[in-house]
């Protein structure tokens, strides 16, 4: 061969050597764009669809890239969906005012699309790069409940399949404490749980279809209990944490679970049948037995079900089990076929909001990890409640709760309440009422706040990290005020007159952990014995972001944090 003549390789070999290239992988797509500047040829080659596919399926395209579609074409359209979606929330982040139109449009434009680019914003450098992460967050969080609401009304409107419908149902509810109901759905996949099918193609290697079903059930209640997956004793049994799947599965998976409750084991329990592989031939449907939830599993196609107590970990139940049971119960029951029916996705979505609305008001004392877990569950039910309750019922209660939560904790979601929620009302006077608490929400962010102008009293600045005088707790200070200003039945509570200054000290808005505290100016200290730990557990909470752009060094070596645009404009003497 001669020196000038150069190697050549087909060009199916080499489109099949660049689907290598790893979507996990930083440098993947930079190595696919430098080889399409190499020659025409390599152009072609280096944007086939098929070297796109694994990133295309990266960037959530599981989900939303269709089988013919292109995968480069949609890959670049995602990328300029993520583009003008982080300018949005860059310009968020930047000012202090004019965001929900901003938010909206990421929601309504781009949606699910850009959930990974929202979540990539958790880390960063600049000048605000936390309140970039606090509003990517809220927008993200925002999507999430907007892919709830959808999934809820494609159980109302009977467009899922009621497998389908239960577990996607059920996975809703984690929307409203933070997570995208795909991605809990996605830590079902069978090949993630490859000792589930070794063990279930020993067990079941020589028995039939049918007489697989309790071993089937056995072996997968068995591996629940092998990931952490177990039943809730009587004192964690009400733990709000217990109705979200994304929270039961990570606590167990990370060897902390608590136990949860009957129906986060039998939606697990189902979701992870209904991924087994065909050969195995099985279907598996909650049971709404009373006063204890099942699981049915039969053969696909077939009502041949046998029903299992997961809770109790896998205990297949005769009917003479059954209404041994219900005699136990008191009450005189007899069974009845209607207990033994699979139930709907509805029906179980009203069991779960029911269930939480219990663990709320039984709950002791607030979530200690979540100040607004309490808030998020209660937004979970009405939600839920409000799209589907039958037509013949009222809903004026659960809109009622959407307007106050929202108004409270979920301002962003005040679209829902201006086109699903007003529209409910058959009182003019309620409807003009919600209007104006919708037009509220919208002036404030549009600029039409309160300024704190004066700081006669004030000695701290805003970003000031300090120790409690008395409890020892580490905050930050995000806002103050002249005087208490909290309610008379708060200052009598909490003795604010026994302090030495009393009520007529300046007040301080403090985060510590992510909630909120108000502080009398005599508790507040300039304890150098903030440890790095505390700082940086400030510095990591996403809710800090709203208030704060970065951290900065303040005066005399302090590490503190830097005002964000929406509080420098409230309080523009800091």
């Given amino acids: 061969?001669?020196?000038?003549?150069?190697?050549?390789?087909?060009?199916?070999?080499?489109?099949?050597?660049?689907?290598?290239?790893?979507?996990?992988?930083?440098?993947?797509?930079?190595?696919?764009?430098?080889?399409?500047?190499?020659?025409?040829?390599?152009?072609?080659?280096?944007?086939?669809?098929?070297?796109?596919r694994p990133h295309a399926h990266w960037k959530r395209g599981t989900l939303l890239l269709q089988p013919n579609e292109d995968a480069y074409l949609y890959y670049k359209r995602r990328s300029g969906s993520d583009l003008e979606a982080l300018k949005d929330v860059n310009t968020m982040a930047s000012s202090g005012v004019g965001r929900l139109p901003l938010l909206e449009r990421i929601r309504t434009t781009y949606g699910e699309e850009v959930v990974e680019?929202?979540?990539?914003?958790?880390?960063?450098?600049?000048?605000?790069?936390?309140?970039?992460?606090?509003?990517?967050?809220?927008?993200?969080k925002g999507i999430a409940r907007d892919i709830a609401v959808q999934i809820w009304k494609s159980i109302q409107n009977g467009e899922l399949d009621e497998a389908v419908g239960f577990e996607r149902g059920a996975a809703a509810f984690a929307a409203f404490r933070g997570a995208d109901p795909f991605d809990v759905l996605e830590r079902y996949e069978i090949s993630r749980h490859q000792p589930l099918l070794d063990a279930l193609a020993i067990s079941t290697e020589r028995l039939t279809a049918e007489a697989a079903l309790p071993q089937i059930a056995r072996d997968t209640c068995r591996y629940m209990r092998e990931l952490g997956l177990k039943p809730a004793n009587s004192q964690q049994f009400h733990h709000i944490d217990n109705h979200f799947l994304n929270l039961v599965w990570d606590t167990a998976v990370a060897g902390a679970s608590r136990g949860t409750l009957p129906m986060s084991l039998v939606a697990i329990f189902c979701a992870l049948l209904r991924r087994l592989p065909a050969s195995y031939d099985v279907q598996a449907r909650p049971i709404g037995f009373p006063g204890l939830l099942l699981a049915g599993v039969a053969n696909r196609g077939q009502e041949n079900w046998i029903y299992v107590n997961v809770f109790s970990g896998g205990d297949?139940?005769?009917?003479?089990?059954?209404?041994?049971?219900?005699?136990?119960?008191?009450?005189?029951?007899?069974?009845?076929?209607?207990?033994?029916?699979?139930?709907?996705?509805?029906?179980?979505?009203?069991?779960?909001?029911?269930n939480i609305l219990t663990s709320v008001r039984t709950a002791d004392d607030p979530h200690p990890n979540d100040p607004l877990a309490a808030t998020?569950?209660?937004?979970?039910?009405?939600?839920?409640?409000?799209?589907?309750?039958?037509?013949?019922?009222?809903?004026?209660?659960?809109?009622?709760?959407?307007?106050?939560?929202?108004?409270?904790?979920?301002?962003?979601?005040?679209?829902?309440?201006?086109?699903?929620?007003?529209?409910?009302?058959?009182?003019?006077?309620?409807?003009?009422?919600?209007?104006?608490?919708?037009?509220?929400?919208?002036?404030?962010?549009?600029?039409e706040m309160s300024v704190v102008k004066s700081?006669?009293?004030?000695?701290?600045?805003?970003?000031?990290?300090?120790?409690?005088?008395?409890?020892?707790?580490?905050?930050?200070?995000?806002?103050?005020?002249?005087?208490?200003?909290?309610?008379?039945?708060?200052?009598?509570?909490?003795?604010?007159?026994?302090?030495?200054?009393?009520?007529?000290?300046?007040?301080?808005?403090?985060?510590?952990?992510?909630?909120?505290?108000?502080?009398?100016?005599?508790?507040?200290?300039?304890?150098?014995?903030?440890?790095?730990?505390?700082?940086?557990?400030?510095?990591?909470?996403?809710?800090?972001?709203?208030?704060?752009?970065?951290?900065?060094?303040?005066?005399?070596?302090?590490?503190?944090?830097?005002?964000?645009?929406?509080?420098?404009?409230?309080?523009?003497?800091?």
């Fill in 1 to 52: 061969m001669a020196d000038t003549e150069q190697p050549t390789l087909p060009p199916e070999l080499l489109t099949y050597i660049l689907t290598f290239l790893s979507p996990q992988d930083s440098l993947s797509v930079p190595t696919l764009l430098a080889c399409s500047l190499v020659s025409s040829s390599f152009l072609a080659l280096a944007r086939h669809s098929a070297v796109w």
């Fill in 117 to 140: 680019a929202l979540a990539g914003k958790l880390e960063g450098k600049g000048e605000t790069w936390m309140t970039c992460r606090y509003w990517s967050e809220e927008t993200r």
């Fill in 316 to 354: 297949v139940l005769s009917r003479s089990d059954l209404s041994s049971l219900l005699g136990n119960m008191g009450g005189g029951m007899s069974l009845q076929p209607e207990f033994l029916r699979p139930a709907t996705a509805k029906e179980m979505c009203h069991r779960i909001s029911r």
């Fill in 376 to 447: 998020a569950s209660l937004y979970a039910v009405a939600t839920s409640l409000f799209i589907l309750s039958p037509p013949e019922e009222p809903v004026v209660t659960y809109a009622n709760w959407m307007v106050q939560l929202a108004q409270a904790e979920f301002s962003s979601d005040v679209s829902f309440l201006e086109n699903e929620v007003i529209g409910t009302y058959r009182s003019p006077g309620r409807m003009a009422e919600v209007a104006e608490i919708c037009e509220a929400i919208r002036d404030e962010d549009a600029g």
């Fill in 455 to 574: 700081r006669e009293g004030i000695i701290w600045r805003l970003g000031h990290v300090f120790r409690h005088r008395l409890f020892g707790y580490i905050g930050v200070i995000r806002g103050y005020d002249l005087t208490c200003e909290a309610s008379e039945q708060w200052i009598q509570a909490m003795q604010v007159d026994r302090l030495a200054y009393g009520r007529h000290q300046p007040f301080y808005h403090v985060l510590v952990d992510g909630s909120s505290r108000y502080v009398a100016q005599e508790n507040i200290t300039n304890d150098d014995s903030v440890p790095e730990s505390a700082f940086n557990r400030l510095k990591d909470n996403v809710l800090v972001g709203r208030y704060f752009r970065k951290p900065e060094l303040k005066e005399g070596g302090r590490w503190g944090f830097a005002v964000s645009e929406e509080v420098r404009r409230m309080y523009p003497d800091g």
